[in-house]
């Protein structure tokens, strides 16, 4: 896995033209099987990627927290929301809740998240390749293909997929 997360920016490098192309034609003129296609896609790549070897995610980006994630995690620590905010979050340059440090502060040694029953709806989601209507979240795919190597492979398998 660090091989593969060591060389994982370069590739995405070198796909970005044609996933930028590939993007462009799917939103205009998405498949009606894509959402299927991409449970699928989503759920064989997993299968495969053991996210306790890699948390490349949680190393190197964090979620954002929404209010419903501070009110979840703060009563878990038993911590006013506010408290919370200030120990661990910081407000981006979208107006949004981040983590003030990465990796993770809830992120083990062992790659385990401490937090993982109440961790933000971003974590649960991420790399978000099971979503509905994945051609409206193209632009954060390309990004999320240079962090995630699953993501970077559901990518590869649907130009195979979709030519
Ligand atoms: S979601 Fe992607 S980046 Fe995160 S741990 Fe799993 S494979 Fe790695
Ligand atoms: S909260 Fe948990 S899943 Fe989310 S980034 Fe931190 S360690 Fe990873």
Do not use: W
Request: aromatic share 8%; glycine share 2%.
């Amino acid at each position: 896995m660090e091989n593969i997360l060591k060389q994982l920016p370069q590739k995405a490098k070198e796909t970005a033209t044609e996933n930028k192309k590939f993007f462009a034609k799917l939103k205009k003129r998405p498949p009606k099987h894509l959402d299927s296609l991409m449970q699928e896609l989503h759920e064989a790549e997993f299968k495969r990627t053991d996210c306790l070897t890699c948390a490349n995610c949680c190393k190197t980006t964090g979620p954002l927290f929404t209010d419903k994630d501070i009110e979840r995690i703060s009563k878990h620590f038993r911590m006013k929301p506010q408290q919370f905010i200030e120990t661990y979050l910081r407000v981006d340059e979208e107006n949004d809740y981040v983590l003030q440090n990465v990796p993770c502060t809830f992120l083990g040694a062992d790659n385990y998240c401490s937090i993982y029953d109440v961790r933000p709806k971003a974590c649960r989601e991420f790399p978000h390749t099971d979503r509905k209507k994945f051609q409206q979240i193209s632009n954060l795919t390309m990004k999320n293909v240079a962090i995630c190597p699953a993501a970077f492979n559901i990518v590869e398998e649907m130009k195979r997929r979709l030519p």
